[in-house]
């Protein structure tokens, strides 16, 4: 826990839609994302080589009409104290090497070329001589989750193989994954097969169904698929319905399970997650007089408000800056027996911090303290992030070391927001001394890890660390989505690396990602400020109904 001392000293120092034209991408001989390296990287190498490893091909069409960009001396820089680890860290080989490719090269290889639908990447894999057992299914599945043609493609291609059957796990995985992808004809085809495997179907199953059709907005589809729950062998009881209701509500839909809750309640036995689902749903919709009818009929079905309860309200008053109504809910919840948890303090300290009440913020420490509280890795993570907003980036770092001295291991979340953190003050070599302590530390890095580092690579130029990260993310099976791919076109845009941004741009398309139109249009004009015409053209096809840029006068 943090000592005294400390917070005393830091509360002191505190008072001062469009279409995709399809045929056109047939025009652009279009090379994969990952187009070499050995297993080393002389850091010393000439410009050209020190950017093929992850970065996409340049297409024809944009570098035959930018002869005249040089590249800058930032491209290749690497921090001196970070150039061994960089230059060591395992690389995807996709140029012809001394050293055989691993399997999970070759097929990585294979399915990072663009595919029409999953059926010509099942023909792609059955031309080469890989077989499912030199693979782990679920690595590629992870590695893939965001281009859902080459996952399917990899799902279809290995349960047709001898001696192979997907696991319940990895069904689930797909069912996901081609929810998230919104393609629910799939889906449900999907569902149908796992009915017949008998026991394949569970009650997570039916959450990620749910999940997915609330999170498109299709909450009549999401009840409906409770309604048949009992066909699909899962028991529609208590713990299936608060999966209902917490998908539907997750999904911005709580008037939707307001009714499911009137339908089912008299048909299937409630407990207090439900009425605290529906309570928190009303307050995220800034409904607390409907919240507070819940909180009544929870009382009334004899269910006692208990810690969740209050803090969805704490919540919301929050979100509002309305401290005197959270003070008034802390009352309250003391008359009525209710402790405040980590979770509790956590949303009030997080709320004074963003508020600017830095030293309020920190008093929340002492409070909990006195409630014999412990704080968890998201009540420091928390505190960091205050702290760093705040400009005390030698607090943070300070309350960084402590949490684990008090035995608190820093978990993502922690170290994303320390990560996050440096690069928002361009301290390069400390965010990725960070990600190499993550490494270390074998916690695993996720897509919210690696945005920020590619955002500042893109503005610092730093194509050589660029690439690294992106064989960084590869290595962890982090697969690029939509926003980083956004991230990527804009920062790259921004840096006068139109070569690049357009490599990003093109595959993202090729994925079957829409760009956002204010993307499109950016990429066009700085296209059309270098005179790069054909290029432009070549970006307006891809993605029709781009603006042209305005011409001022």
């Not at 093929?52 to 290749?76: F, H, M």
């Not at 919104?182 to 997570?204: A, S, T, V």
């Not at 993307?519 to 015409?533: A, H, R, S």
Request: hydrophobic share 40%; proline share 5%.
């Amino acid at each position: 826990m943090l000592r005294k001392h400390q917070i005393l000293s830091l509360a002191s120092s505190s008072n001062p839609q469009r279409n995709i034209n399809v045929n056109s991408l047939k025009l652009f001989g279009f090379s994969p994302l990952f187009t070499s390296t050995s297993t080393s990287t002389n850091l010393s190498a000439s410009p050209d080589s020190s950017l093929t490893s992850e970065l996409p091909d340049i297409p024809s069409w944009v570098s035959k009409q930018n002869t005249g960009a040089q590249p800058s001396g930032d491209d290749d820089f690497v921090i001196p104290s970070l150039a061994t680890w960089i230059e060591n860290h395992p690389k995807v080989r996709l140029f012809p090497t001394k050293k055989p490719e691993t399997p999970v090269e070759k097929i990585t290889k294979i399915l990072k070329c663009p595919y029409p639908s999953p059926e010509i990447v099942v023909q792609a894999l059955n031309a080469s001589d890989l077989s499912v057992s030199d693979v782990s299914v679920d690595q590629l599945l992870k590695r893939f989750s965001n281009s859902w043609i080459s996952a399917y493609g990899v799902f279809i291609w290995a349960k047709t193989q001898s001696g192979y059957t997907h696991t319940p796990e990895l069904y689930n995985f797909m069912v996901d994954l081609l929810g998230k992808a919104k393609m629910f004809d799939l889906l449900l085809d999907l569902i149908e097969e796992m009915k017949q495997l008998k026991g394949y179907i569970n009650l997570d199953t039916i959450f990620k169904v749910m999940r997915r059709l609330a999170n498109a907005r299709r909450f009549s589809e999401a009840i409906e698929v409770f309604r048949r729950i009992e066909e699909l062998g899962v028991e529609k009881d208590v713990m299936a319905l608060n999966g209902l209701l917490d998908a539907l509500v997750k999904g911005d839909g709580v008037e939707h399970a307001c009714e499911a809750f009137v339908e089912l309640k008299e048909c299937i036995p409630l407990n207090s997650n439900t009425f605290n689902i529906l309570v928190h749903g009303f307050c995220k919709a800034r409904r607390l007089s409907d919240a507070r009818k819940i909180l009544n009929e929870m009382n009334e079905q004899g269910f006692q408000p208990c810690t969740v309860s209050f803090t969805c309200f704490i919540e919301a008053y929050c979100r509002e800056k309305d401290f005197r109504n959270v003070d008034a809910i802390l009352d309250e919840m003391k008359e009525k027996g209710c402790r405040p948890n980590a979770v509790t303090y956590t949303i009030i300290m997080h709320a004074r911090g963003k508020a600017g009440e830095i030293g309020k913020a920190l008093e929340v420490y002492e409070m909990m303290k006195k409630d014999s509280c412990l704080p968890d890795s998201s009540f420091y993570g928390s505190l960091i992030f205050i702290l760093s907003k705040a400009g005390r980036l030698k607090d943070a770092d300070e309350i960084f070391e402590d949490m684990v001295k008090q035995g608190v291991k820093p978990n993502a979340l922690t170290y994303n927001t320390m990560i996050s953190s440096s690069c928002g003050h361009s301290l390069e070599e400390k965010a990725l001394k960070l990600l190499k302590r993550m490494e270390e530390d074998s916690c695993k890095p996720n897509i919210s890890t690696y945005a920020p580092l590619l955002k500042m690579c893109c503005r610092k130029k730093r194509m050589k660390v660029l690439n690294f990260l992106l064989s960084h993310m590869l290595n962890n099976d982090v697969s690029i989505d939509h926003t980083t791919y956004t991230l990527l076109v804009r920062g790259l845009c921004n840096s006068g690396k139109l070569e690049q941004a357009c490599a990003f741009f093109e595959e993202m398309v090729l994925k079957g990602m829409i760009p956002k139109g204010s993307i499109c249009t950016m990429l066009v004009e700085k296209l059309e400020k270098e005179d790069m015409i054909e290029a432009k053209q070549k970006v307006q096809e891809l993605v029709p109904n781009v603006q042209e840029p305005k011409i001022t006068v």
